[in-house]
DNA sequence: CTGTTAGCGCCTTCAG
DNA sequence: CTGAAGGCGCTAACAG
């Protein structure tokens, strides 16, 4: 392996001027600059970050905790943080809690002994427990999609105007009935205030939501399956529409009204949220609530970035959404 | 920070002894280990990382080459390793190309910088330039996804049989005029072997195949949706099946079909590959194949780890797949 | 403009 | 069973 000391000797240089030109610091003559440039490329010679790290306590990687890869919204964050991490010259340390929330913790414990510069949590919950940690960790963190308290920094959507704005447009289309299919509220994002916003803006709308339209099911496809069996066959007073809080629960709820021969949107309009890639290919297509996840990545990286070099950004910030209006409401 | 010299001070040995202990190597008096253990544990201290990677040459960090995470098999792939890998102490840095086959390259020369320990490609090409770097590199290498030469360690499906099954699936049906949405065949498992193993069958039982018939597309569904309109606007002799060589670009032909009211599979039945969760909710459920992605990613995870422990393990795998045969044929 | 010196935190001979 | 010493490859004062 070539060492800075190889290139120090071919070029007749001392180490010292090796590493002033590897990271342009300092005075180097041209002609220094020149031979050792020059020894560098014939040997392609590269410095070990390990031995940098070691010494500037620095290591230009980004842990990324997230709960599971397997769903469009974290993928499309990675992509975004991906893209402009590694613009800048940071790589990606990857942490998969498979969704066992005990693992955030512990990963949150692994990263930092890897001293990574910073990191990034794909959050789905907002427990004390958690942010402590995060505040006893002494490195740079970023939440993505929750918001919580002002001394950490997080990029997160508005769910709740989202949701305000969904029902609104089902209530517009002369629905007054309409059940609701969310997740649990320990998620507060996905599960309290996309919930909330349903409920105030019936409310606001004077109207009434029984305990029976509203279900809470699991992040997958089959749960919305079900919450959407238990709405039709619980309900004394069927509803005419149905909001889920993402778009795989609103599929599985299309699954089982099309199994049941229930037209969509004629007997039960539908409307989800995440613009997942299928959402416009469904029939109907689906009505849902467009998040910019890239950007929300893009963002969060460009917090940490900027926190890693003492510049100035937005520390919190909430993103807009567009609302996807199709066939299925 | 806390480092080995503090413990060792703290517990009135020398760091060799503290070493001893956290490495468990050597002879180390019940004594001294446990007054180690205790400072160790009151102190909640953790060794350097980079110190002994700067030592060791070992960083514990696999380094992960991917084309797009937003696609579920590489996601499956990426969620076996870390499995596998997560429970043997490894991390995994993640390179994301975003489809942008240079930077296939460029990873992995900044892997090797990295001097992460090992390498997973999840491959979409097998250009000798790719193959060339892979064995100047010096790390062990697992290809998933594409069968290569005898001397660099692979995973992959047996897109062949699995192309030829699916084939004579329809044509047990009936059918004998089957079109084919492929792709480039520069991706040899999914372009090419799907491809051949598709004509082969055809071959075999006398069918023949007219040019119109076979599409290229790329991966995307509307790609899928713009094969399916090119196969029935330009093929003189209309077929009754088509196969596409993924789900997504099967949801895109059958949502062409849709839009022009063409039955499935009545009028044209239609078949992919991949088991997207997708396939099994669409209307009708999608017939396709089922690679076992998860366990790609732990079998290359496992040939990584025997490599790098020294041990045998079977180098070049080839997994099967299930016929999943739904609705839509 | 350049080199010397002194570590960063750890592991590993080599002597006790 | 234990410790001293040296060095992994690099950067950062400090002194020319």
Redesign the interface.
């Known amino acids: 392996m070539v060492t800075i000391k190889d290139i120090a000797e071919m070029a007749g240089v001392s180490r010292t001027t090796v590493s002033r030109v590897l990271n342009n610091s300092g005075y180097v003559s041209e002609d220094a600059r020149k031979r050792v440039e020059k020894v560098i490329e014939e040997t392609s010679y590269?410095p070990?970050?390990?031995?940098k790290?070691?010494r500037t306590k620095k290591?230009k990687?980004i842990g990324?905790i997230l709960p599971?890869?397997?769903t469009?919204t974290p993928?499309?964050i990675?992509?975004g943080l991906?893209?402009e991490l590694?613009e800048n010259g940071y790589?990606?340390?990857?942490?998969?809690t498979?969704l066992d929330k005990a693992k955030e913790l512990e990963y949150l414990e692994?990263l930092r002994?890897?001293?990574v510069d910073g990191i990034v949590l794909i959050a789905t919950n907002t427990e004390s427990e958690l942010l402590d940690k995060i505040k006893t960790l002494n490195i740079p963190v970023v939440i993505v999609g929750q918001e919580v308290e002002e001394d950490i920094m997080y990029v997160t959507y508005d769910d709740y105007h989202a949701a305000r704005d969904l029902t609104s447009l089902l209530i517009q289309r002369g629905h007054s009935k309409i059940a609701f299919i969310g997740v649990d509220e320990a998620d507060r994002s996905v599960g309290y205030l996309r919930k909330k916003g349903f409920l105030d803006e019936m409310k606001a709308s004077g109207l009434t939501v029984e305990p029976e339209w509203v279900q809470k099911a699991i992040f997958n496809?089959n749960s919305g399956h079900h919450a959407m069996e238990n709405i039709l066959s619980k309900a004394v007073d069927t509803p005419t529409a149905t909001i889920a809080v993402t778009d795989r629960l609103a599929?599985?709820a299309m699954?089982y009204l099309?199994e049941n021969g229930i037209g969509i949107p004629d007997q039960m309009a539908i409307a989800g949220f995440g613009a997942s890639?299928?959402s416009q290919?469904l029939?109907p297509s689906l009505t849902t609530i467009d998040y910019q996840n890239e950007m929300a990545g893009e963002e969060a990286a460009k917090q940490l970035l900027a926190k890693l070099h003492s510049k100035k950004y937005q520390e919190q910030i909430i993103l807009s959404y567009r609302l996807l209006v199709r066939d299925s409401v």
């Open positions: 590269a070990s970050e390990h031995a790290s070691l290591t990687v990324v599971t890869i397997q469009e993928s499309r990675v992509t991906g893209k590694s790589q990606i340390l990857l942490a998969n498979n692994l002994l890897r001293q496809i599929i599985g699954s099309r890639e299928m290919y029939i």
